[in-house]
């Protein structure tokens, strides 16, 4: 029995505590930190931070104008190709390249001494032909009495009369070789047949030139209007034709020239290509511009935009309301109780900083522009009026000739943002 006792107490010695200063100084420090614990509670839920910030602005409904857009070429009116019609030297140039010619100014001058040399022969020849016609006609009237009295035989007056149209004939070939010497001469003065910019001459002074040079003098462009190319697709085609014609030729287009700025004139649309084209299937269109100071010149590069339809009550919000997430397009929506609401929407056209929506919104409701990355579906914010004012979306109005268009090149007005009519 003893020894069991004694392997009890081995197996589960007797635990006591001591009672020292450091305990008391740590049981204290507890009470405390639960008193002022107990406070806290007791003073109830601390607020957490301010809602953001947002600006909004509410939907827009309005009639806006679609536009379509197309890449053009622009050409003069007349390009007009110069080359020597008669063969010599080149000796003289009388026109600076680039410079505005009118009809019938001289460009160049080709030697003209042979040519005048074969003028001086040809009217030599025609003065021997008329004293030999003039000589025939003579006899014919001396001879026409006697073979009325019989005094001549009936030989006599048919040879007469032959040697007389012989000599009327061979003066009427004297003087084409007149005429056609005449006008080589003239052709060594080579002239522009149309008014407009004469382009960089391609021959030089002392060149041998004429009629079988595969190379033009120069050329000279009409550019006062201005052509500018389109190519438009047969389902364009269509829908134009449907329209009707006389609509399509009265609508103006807007030229977006390289740098992005917009071409204060209008274009009307001049004349279509007689055929599609079975290659690309596309029908090359023109569209005339006024052009004074001849601003602009072939071979610069464009876009025509012009306003195809109209559609009703559109529903527009600024382009930096609209996020795309994973293909889809969500705009922020902010409720009467200052929440968010992430929506999903159907985006079509853009109309100068605006976006058309075709489904999603209703007209009146806020949208944030300003702070969409920092809301999250549910999430109350502070709404304040969008700063920057919605651009309008009506066509831009046509500018105003200058009182010296002629003298000056029409300033450009720079836009903002060409309009789009992207499909989304």
């Known amino acids: 029995m003893q020894i069991a006792r004694s392997r009890c107490r081995t197996a589960y010695p007797r635990i006591g505590f001591r009672f020292t200063p450091h305990l008391a100084v740590v049981i204290l420090l507890l009470i405390i930190v639960f008193m002022f614990m107990a406070m806290g509670c007791s003073k109830g839920p601390q607020e957490g ?94 001879i026409k009495p006697l073979a009325d009295q019989n005094a001549v035989s009936k ?8 040697t007389e149209q012989s000599a009327r004939a061979a003066v009427l070939s004297a003087q084409a070789k007149v005429d056609k010497a005449q006008l080589d001469l003239g052709f060594t003065k080579v002239t522009s047949p149309v008014d407009g910019i004469a382009g960089l001459a391609k021959a030089q002074i002392g060149n041998l030139v004429g009629p079988g040079a595969t190379e033009e003098l120069t050329t000279v462009s009409t550019v006062n209007p201005i052509k500018v190319y389109i190519q438009i697709s047969e389902q364009e085609y269509l829908a134009a034709g449907r329209g009707g014609e006389r609509r399509a030729e009265k609508q103006q287009g807007e030229l977006i020239l390289a740098d992005g700025s917009v071409y204060p004139q209008k274009g009307t649309f001049g004349f279509a290509d007689r055929q599609i084209d079975v290659k690309t299937g596309t029908m090359k269109v023109a569209v005339i511009f006024p052009n004074p100071g001849n601003f602009l010149r072939p071979g610069q590069y464009g876009k025509i935009r012009t306003a195809t339809s109209i559609r009703k009550d559109a529903m527009l919000v600024p382009q930096r309301a609209v996020a795309e997430v994973q ?94 009519a992207e499909k989304r």
């Open 49 to 142: 931070p301010p809602p953001p910030t947002v600006e909004v602005t509410t939907v827009i409904q309005k009639d806006v104008p679609v536009y379509n857009e197309w890449i053009g070429t622009l050409d003069g009116l007349v390009n007009a190709t110069i080359r020597a019609q008669v063969q010599g030297y080149l000796i003289k140039q009388n026109y600076k390249e680039g410079d505005l010619v009118r009809t019938g100014q001289v460009l160049f001058e080709i030697d003209p001494r042979t040519f005048q040399a074969a003028l001086d022969q040809a009217k030599g020849e025609l003065e021997a032909q008329q004293a030999r016609w003039t000589t025939a006609k003579a006899n014919l009237a001396r």
């Open 155 to 162: 030989k006599d007056l048919d040879d007469s009369i032959g």
């Open 327 to 420: 293909g889809k397009y969500m705009v922020a929506v902010v409720g009467a109780d200052n929440k968010v609401d992430m929506r999903p929407v159907k985006a079509a056209e853009r109309v100068d900083n605006l976006w058309v929506i075709l489904e999603g919104l209703k007209p009146g409701e806020r949208v944030v522009v300003e702070g969409v990355q920092k809301v999250r579906p549910g999430m109350p914010v502070t709404p304040k009026p969008f700063a920057e004012a919605p651009s309008k979306t009506e066509a831009k109005p046509e500018a105003k000739p200058e009182a010296k268009a002629e003298e000056k090149a029409p300033a450009l007005q720079k836009s903002a943002e060409p309009a789009k």
